[in-house]
């Protein structure tokens, strides 16, 4: 005879005498089950699991594809920033001038002209070849 061990509907632990042959398949049982319930734990994941850990899931309402594209656009001006920050020690110093005083002072190409006493024509075919030249660079 053998005693074997559960609990009972309340939750307390109940002992019964069995046979040998019945503990024994009991046990099985019970192995078996522990073994089932390890493999599913360890090849699966909970989705509590998941956003505990700090994921989470997109909405019907979220375009993924939309939200895919815009991330794509952001890592291709990170590489023509990088390429155009690679190219300016190749610019003359009025050339650097120039497109720090239109793109990081934002003043127009009028302003540039009466701050430096030169025609607008001059100012916007320094801006063309400024251009032409960084186009060719970042190629």
């Known amino acids: ?19 040998n042959e019945i503990a024994k398949q009991y046990r099985k049982s019970l192995q078996k089950e522990w073994r089932n319930e390890s493999y599913e734990s360890y090849y699966s994941t909970s989705l509590e699991s ?15 594809e939309e939200l895919f594209l815009e991330r794509e656009e952001k890592v291709k001006l990170k590489v023509l920033m990088r390429k155009l920050r690679a190219a300016l020690p190749f610019l003359t110093e009025l050339q650097r ?26 100012v916007s075919d320094r801006v063309k070849r400024l251009f032409a030249k960084l186009k060719k660079l970042i190629k």
């Not at 700090?54 to 993924?64: I, N, P, R, S, V």
């Open 1 to 19: 005879m053998a005693t074997i061990y559960f609990k009972d509907e309340q939750g307390k632990k109940v002992s019964v005498e069995v046979s």
């Open 50 to 64: 998941i956003m505990e850990s700090g994921h989470d899931f997109a909405d019907e309402k979220t375009d993924t």
């Open 97 to 122: 001038s120039t497109i720090h005083k239109i793109f990081v002072m934002n003043m127009s190409q009028a302003e540039v002209a009466r701050k430096e006493a030169v025609s607008e024509q001059a």
